[in-house]
């Protein structure tokens, strides 16, 4: 029988289909049932460290190196072998170092689950293992315990449990017996039953086991978050669509370049070589490394911002989010609850201020008024903070409220006001959920007072007088009433208060004397939003992203908060779990896109909603602190957990953590994705158009050899210059765009289309460009002096001097190309060139680096290079300057053409 049925049956009902009664089972008819239902706990996958490292290699870039390494090997050239093994194995590392740990999401699931509890076995209170609980087995309850196992409760006395980590609601909540008739009422609305891992805060119980392990809410959720795959990031997808399509335009392209080796007649191992020549060129080795870091130097760019990143990829997933599905409590507000309205003495006052800290104002109409001088407002809020046992107190962290935060609200409103607890308390009435009023008496001037609060309709009928404007005045129930269910209207919890004078030798208190009071006021409270989330909400209108809010709270209170935030309109529908349970998945996704606030929702609710959002193609975000949280975060395209309230397993189950529990560092987060992905694009519309010119210089060379003698004794690069010029054309030049300066109003902006592909006609304009300035520059340096080379009986030093200065040239045309490529649209004449100064220190190291390797004679040997004239720099300098100058062009005919 699933869990969503035990609530609306009868506790004898219960009993009998479980086969079991109030005094619990027999040490043998639980041993029994033990082996037929097996242990309470939950089933753990886990991923060691040594198949995450070796997952690093899964790359189609990785394989092709690996077999250029073992072709290089074969053939006894190990200096390439070493180098080629060793681009491999710094990209596997920086991977595997940055990429973040593996989720243990169900691990911290399992230190939800208590060790021991309290059962009746055998007629008698026993302490067990948590874990050989089975079906029918009576559980004792008391403050303070960890529920064991899904519980059908029999009995209840004054029973409060926190369900905040498996519902989300805030506030604990009372249980009571009775059964309930509505269907598919989510786990927040089943009254009669405790579940495994809540808490419970007050009072005692008995309840009955009706599911162990995976059976129960919480392994329910295990389950789902088990068997959720991770989704792949936009970049993740992207990237690899990209990298197929270039290993096999590489492949393709060396199988061409081979067999036209072997058709012109030549050696095999000089077209094999070649072959491998050009798929090392072709490839960007330093290509993965180099996105790592770029998405690594985001990860700390946003913990500044605290957003702390877990998994990298996430990092560009904000930026084109489209929709955030945000959890109200703790992220829109800060989850402390705040007086806002109280209404004494005829009159409406609004009080300011937001949370813990007692810092506000009251308003009358649209005035300040000083609450000391309204004495109906003083003994209303003086009545607030007496008839309590809370306790406002400040640390290191800032204010904190000791006791329960409905009570920690009024002594906020009263401390505002410059009230204290003036008046000690001699003797109280404490609260009961059946009486539904607290009741002090306290020590004043001369006269002892009663102080009374609790829910509005009792207080009033326990009230035979009302103060107004300092007189004592006959009660007007009917109006009183009404201005208290007014309040409630407004998603507000309103408590009633009242007092009573008595003797001054009056020492106990007693039920008879809480009779013909007076009523002082009323106090609305509620979990107000944060200021700072007003304002990110209007950010996401205006960046095209939709926040949608998903609340365990009432629709009521959900709909009030929504409005105030500008999230929905008055009109605007707000969607029950009641009625998303009704409803198919077929049906959801026919009004997914229309609801703004989905309100009562269980796990699997806010599972399906995000699932048909993706449907619909949208990228989701979503955020949440409990337990029930982390099947959504894991199937969202990026999970964001709570830092602060947030349970282990919703930090777990994320993919960033909000170090602040703060909406508005999402919006600064999305601000911080779209900017890293701005320069990803800038650095990959850098590095391929620069390593396509590489492989046509070496692929035109075997077409060009038939025609041009010199091509048949050596290409115009060696495989080691190609990868050194990969590698460090990624490390100081293509790096240094990660640096580049944040462009303005990028949150005014639509969110990219996730659909976009890397590969487009801008990235096809820009390699075709600069292949051929490339190309076309490194032949004629290659060919003006490689024909000395055949003037001289062919000279060995000639012809590695004519592969030294097209070496040369390919490098200083990626250091013209790079200026131009610090902006993809704007051209590089109109912002400083200082402006980056990291473009400028890797300008200097790669022009440093090249003089070393073409000059000093140590160097020489390993990269195959011989010094060149002086004065054959001029040519290589003017030649490489087309690698700026066409770029320049390419982008002025763009901007007055107006095609991309």
């Known amino acids: 029988m699933s869990n969503t049925e035990w609530y609306r049956l009868p506790v004898e009902r219960v009993f ?44 189609p870039l990785i394989y092709v190196l690996l077999i250029a390494a073992l072709v290089t090997a074969y053939f006894e050239h190990y200096t390439d072998t070493v180098v080629i093994m060793g681009v491999v194995i710094a990209n596997t590392i920086i991977g595997f170092i940055l990429e973040g740990k593996a989720q243990s999401s169900i691990e911290s699931l399992e230190k939800m689950m208590p060790h021991y509890c309290t059962v009746l076995r055998d007629g008698e209170k026993k302490t067990i293992l948590a874990r050989e609980l089975v079906p029918g087995d009576v559980i004792l309850l008391k403050s303070g315990d960890k529920v064991p196992a899904d519980l059908r409760l029999f009995y209840a006395k004054n029973l409060f449990i926190d369900e905040s980590t498996l519902t989300g609601e805030s506030i604990p909540v009372e249980k009571s017996v009775e059964p309930i008739s509505r269907p598919d009422l989510p786990p927040a609305d089943q009254r009669c039953m405790a579940f495994s891992g809540t808490f419970v805060t007050r009072g005692s119980g008995r309840g009955i086991v009706v ?40 492949l393709a392209v060396a199988v061409l370049n081979f067999v ?17 020549a050009l798929a090392v060129a072709a490839i960007p080795e330093g290509l993965p490394a180099v996105l790592t870091i770029t998405l690594a130097l985001g990860v700390t760019a946003l913990a500044r911002k605290n957003a702390l990143i877990k998994k990298l990829p996430s990092v560009e997933t904000l930026g084109c989010t489209t929709v955030i599905c945000t959890d109200k409590t703790g992220t829109l507000t800060k989850n402390q609850i705040t007086v806002v309205r109280v209404y004494c003495g005829r009159k409406h006052y609004r009080a300011t201020g937001v949370g813990y800290e007692p810092k506000g104002e009251f308003i009358l109409g649209n005035r300040k008024i000083d609450p000391l001088l309204d004495g109906d407002l003083v003994e209303t809020l003086r009545a607030g903070i007496l008839c309590n046992d809370a306790d406002l107190i400040m640390d290191e962290e800032g204010y904190k409220i000791v006791g329960d935060p409905t009570e920690g609200a009024l002594v906020v409103s009263a401390i505002k006001a410059g009230i204290g607890k003036d008046y000690p308390r001699i003797d109280e009435i404490p609260f009961d959920s059946e009486r539904q009023y607290m009741a002090t008496l306290h020590k004043g001037n001369g006269k002892n007072i009663i102080y ?18 300092g007189r004592i005045e006959p009660i007007r129930y009917e109006e009183l009433l009404r201005v208290a269910h007014e309040m409630a209207k407004e998603a507000l919890r309103v408590l009633g208060f009242a007092y009573k004078i008595v003797s001054e030798d009056k020492r106990k208190l007693a039920v008879e004397d ?42 009521q209170t959900a709909k009030a ?31 997914v896109d229309e609801v703004y606030v ?148 990028l949150l005014k902006k639509p969110p990219r289309d996730p659909k976009e592909q890397i590969i487009n006609r801008l990235f096809f304009r820009k390699v075709g460009l600069v292949a051929m300035v490339m190309a076309i520059a490194g032949f004629t340096v290659y060919y003006y002096y490689g024909v000395k080379a055949f003037s001289n009986s062919l000279d060995e030093q000639l012809l590695t001097q004519a592969q030294t200065a097209a070496f040369a040239t390919v490098i200083m045309v990626h250091i013209f190309y790079l200026f131009t490529a610090r902006s993809i649209t704007e051209s590089a004449l109109k912002f400083s060139p200082f402006s980056n100064k990291w473009v400028l220190i890797g300008v200097v190291i790669s022009i ?38 066409v770029i320049e062009v390419e982008k002025l005919l763009i901007k007055r053409f107006g095609k991309s």
């Open 452 to 469: 009374v609060k609790g829910t509005p309709e009792r207080i009033l009928r326990m009230c035979k007088n009302q103060l107004i404007n």
């Open 561 to 591: 908060i929504a409005k105030q935030l500008g999230i929905c309109g008055e009109e605007d529908r707000v969607l029950t779990g009641e009625e998303l349970s009704r409803m198919s998945d077929e049906e959801l996704y026919e009004i």
């Open 260 to 276: 036209l080796g072997i058709v012109f007649g030549y050696d095999f191992l000089y077209s094999l070589m070649a072959s491998v």
């Open 16 to 59: 009998e289909i479980l086969k079991s009664s109030g005094v619990g089972f027999t040490t043998s008819e639980a041993k029994a049932r033990l082996e037929k239902y097996g242990y309470n706990e939950l089933k753990f996958r886990k991923i060691s460290p040594i198949i995450r490292l070796l997952l690093q290699f899964h790359n």
């Open 211 to 250: 599911a162990t392990g995976e059976q129960t809410e919480l392994g329910k959720i295990a389950k789902i978050v088990m068997e959720t795959r991770e989704i792949s990031t936009p970049l993740m997808r992207e990237m690899a669509e990209f990298t197929k399509v270039i290993v096999i335009a590489t």
């Open 514 to 555: 809480l009779e013909d009071l007076t009523f002082l006021g009323f106090q609305g409270m509620i979990d107000p939003p944060r200021e700072e989330a007003i304002e990110a909400v209007e950010k996401c209108k205006k960046a095209g992203i939709r926040v949608v809010m998903v609340t365990g709270d009432h629709a």
């Open 598 to 745: 989905y309100a009562r929702v269980s796990p699997e609710h806010k599972f399906r909603i995000v699932r048909q959002l993706q449907k619909r193609g949208h990228v989701v975000a979503v955020t949440g602190d409990g337990v029930n949280d982390a099947p959504a975060l894991k199937v969202a395209d990026i999970g964001i957990a709570m830092g602060i309230m947030g349970t282990d397993v919703s930090k777990d189950a994320a993919d960033m953590i909000l170090a602040d529990d703060n909406f508005a560092s999402i919006v600064d987060a999305v601000e911080e994705g779209r900017y890293i992905f701005e320069n990803i694009r800038k650095i990959i519309l850098y590095t391929i158009p620069t390593n396509g010119g590489q492989a046509l210089m070496m692929l035109l060379a075997v077409i060009l050899a038939p025609f041009i003698p010199l091509f048949t004794l050596r290409l115009p690069l060696e495989p080691i210059q190609i990868l050194w010029i990969n590698l460090a054309d990624a490390v100081f030049l293509a790096l240094p765009l990660a640096m580049e300066p944040k462009e303005k109003g």
């Open 848 to 885: 440093a680096t090249l003089l070393m390797i073409v000059y000093i004679p140590s160097l020489q040997v390993p990269f195959r290079t011989a010094a060149i004239p002086l004065e054959l720099w001029i040519l290589i300098i003017l030649l490489a300057s087309f690698g700026f100058i």
